[in-house]
């Protein structure tokens, strides 16, 4: 028999216990009311701070494709030999390369960048499906090395164009492997600040090359540059592989292990993955091959958009110019020939980039896409229009050299096709295509434009002496011109609008506004009445 004392007691503890649960219950429930209030600053901002970080450190690879372009500019006047540079200047300028003789190729070691990057552009997307998108990005940092180590240590011309065209497959594969990572890691509110990275990081590449001309030495300039691959493949391989790509392999414990990294601890990560796969059921259940992308009348019309947007973007002379800027800031100085006359123009112009770069997130963000396109070009045109002329004007001797003309226009040139036609017809690829046909699209695309950025910068220096700078900046004067008439008849906006509506416009089906018919029912009540 139980003692009466001892049940008393456990009746008192039983009730005191479920006391001290409803006590415990509404204080729990007066804490979870306070947290749905107020945000947990903590737990959002290791989660946005982790993918930030995160964007910074895969975009090193395009910090690198800045860095390849902005070479040729600071190191190409350096190679070539004419009666301006006194000879022992050259030797000390060469150090191992004094005897490389590249003077008539020049345009060859610019451009085999480009066309490196064609056939690194097209298959990097593929590959990435099958080997995985953070074993492809850090894999290219090794190209990128032995491009590097040739540029630095070739006791002739053929080395130097080897180690080019080897740079420019890793160049043209980041172009296409680096969005995609970000895609996948990155929160959608996050996503168009986080895709600006590319050219943000880009244009600092570009400025880093810029700046590390002043060594004047070319075997310096190469050990300065092959520091970036080599800080991209240590930070990178501490990264994880991306979430989609590891539930693409059936790795879900891996895949909810590396959202929840980019994600925070504390965030629920479940309903995100269920996104992600019902996304990749609906991925392979309507794969499309590169065949089929030409079988569809909105597929199609966008290709023509795409194709269209990047014809004129690098018929306007962008890469002539960050490719050979050194060389045109000399064309419009005095003629002996002043490097400190040169490299600091062009680390002006490197610094207009970066800036208006960063600062075009804002326009992407309020302006609608058209208009930016349409005054990008527009403001391209006006600027090398005015070179132009004061190019002839100064050939004619109706002028006096002064540099901070071309300087002046060169910063407004890359400020406005920062602000539209650089990263827009890059960002209307995720806008005007169906997701089962992005991937494909855009290698297809960016394959294109690095054909384009080839016949250009191999074409501009023979453009130049056949006809002069100043009528090949009339060339593009008028390529921007008509750029500008292409984007009013044949671009679509996409700002604002659904995918949907973006395929239905392309397709020619234009569906009645709603407001029509509340009209017509308010017409026939009155008449009714």
Same mark, same amino acid.
Not at 288 to 307: E, N
Not at 377 to 405: D, E, P, R, V
Not at 481 to 499: A, C, N
């Given at each position: ?8 007691? $456990? ?6 216990? =479920? ?6 219950? /509404? ?9 749905e209030t107020v945000p947990d600053i903590k ?6 701070? +982790? ?25 190409? *006047? ?28 020049? %345009? ?12 690194? $552009? ?22 990128? @090395? ?5 540029? #630095? ?29 970000? &895609? ?34 070319? /075997? ?14 240590? !930070? ?6 991306? *979430?989609?790509?590891?539930? %693409?392999?059936?790795k879900s414990s891996e895949a909810k292990s ?13 309903? &995100? ?22 079988? +569809?009348?909105?597929?199609?019309? #966008? ?27 000399? /064309? ?7 490097? =400190? #006359? ?30 930016? @396109? ?6 391209? $045109?006006? %600027? ?36 539209? $036609?650089? *990263?827009? *017809?890059?960002?209307?690829?995720? &806008? ?8 494909? !699209? +855009? ?8 054909f384009l950025a080839f016949g250009v910068t ?63 029912? &308010?017409?026939? #009540?009155?008449?009714?009445?």
């Open positions: 028999m139980d003692d009466p004392t001892t049940t008393l007691d $456990a009746e008192a503890g039983a009730s005191h216990t =479920e006391l001290d649960n409803k006590n415990g219950h /509404s204080l729990h429930s007066k804490v979870l009311k306070r947290l737990r959002d901002t290791s989660g946005i701070t +982790t993918q930030y970080i995160a964007t910074g450190i895969v975009n090193l690879g395009a910090f690198a494709t800045g860095v390849c372009v902005a070479w040729s500019s600071s190191a190409l *006047p350096l190679y070539l030999t004419n009666t301006t540079i006194l000879e022992e200047d050259f030797q000390a300028f060469n150090g191992t390369h004094s005897k490389i003789g590249v003077t008539p190729r020049g %345009s060859w070691v610019v451009s085999l960048l480009c066309l490196g990057a064609l056939f690194g $552009a097209v298959p990097s997307g593929l590959i990435s499906e099958h080997f995985g998108r953070k074993k492809t990005l850090l894999y290219l940092a090794l190209p990128l @090395l032995v491009s590097w180590i040739l540029v #630095a240590s070739s006791p002739n011309v053929y080395g130097l164009y080897v180690g080019r065209f080897v740079g420019g497959v890793a160049v043209g594969a980041f172009s296409v492997s680096v969005p995609p990572y970000v &895609e996948d890691i990155a929160e959608s509110h996050l996503l168009p600040a986080l895709a600006n990275f590319y050219h943000v990081l880009f244009a600092c590449g570009l400025l880093f090359g810029y700046i590390i001309g002043m060594v004047q030495n070319l /075997s310096w300039l190469a050990v300065l540059c092959v520091t970036i691959p080599v800080a991209f493949f240590i !930070a990178f391989i501490f990264l994880p592989e991306s *979430p989609a790509y590891l539930l %693409s392999q059936g590396a959202l929840r990294y980019f994600r925070g601890i504390d965030n629920d990560v479940d309903g &995100e993955l269920k996104a992600i796969r019902e996304t990749l059921r609906n991925f392979a259940k309507n794969r499309v091959t590169f065949k089929q992308l030409f079988t +569809t009348k909105a597929t199609v019309k #966008a290709l023509v958009v795409s194709f269209g947007l990047m014809i004129f973007q690098q018929l306007s002379g962008i890469y002539p110019v960050l490719f050979y800027s050194e060389m045109i800031f000399c /064309s419009f100085a005095n003629p002996l020939y002043d490097r =400190e #006359a040169t490299y600091i123009p062009s680390i002006i112009l490197g610094f207009c980039l970066v800036s208006s770069t960063y600062f075009s997130t804002m326009f992407l963000k309020r302006m609608r896409r058209r208009v930016l @396109l349409l005054c990008s070009f527009t403001g391209m $045109a006006l %600027s090398l229009g005015s070179l132009a002329i004061y190019y002839q004007l100064k050939a004619s001797n109706l002028s006096t050299s002064k540099t901070w003309i071309p300087v002046l226009a060169l910063c407004i040139f890359v400020s406005v096709y920062a602000a539209g $036609a650089g *990263p827009i *017809p890059w960002l209307m690829l995720r &806008e005007i295509f169906p997701p089962n046909v992005r991937r494909r !699209a +855009t290698a297809i695309t960016a394959g294109f434009h690095w191999k074409l501009y220096q023979n453009l130049e002496k056949m006809v002069q700078a100043g009528w090949v900046l009339w060339n593009f004067a008028v390529i921007c011109v008509i750029g500008t008439i292409f984007i009013y008849f044949f671009v679509p906006e996409t700002k604002g609008r659904t995918l949907e509506e973006i395929q239905n416009e392309l397709n020619g089906i234009h569906k009645r506004r709603a407001h029509r018919h509340v009209i017509q029912v &308010e017409t026939i #009540a009155v008449a009714s009445s």
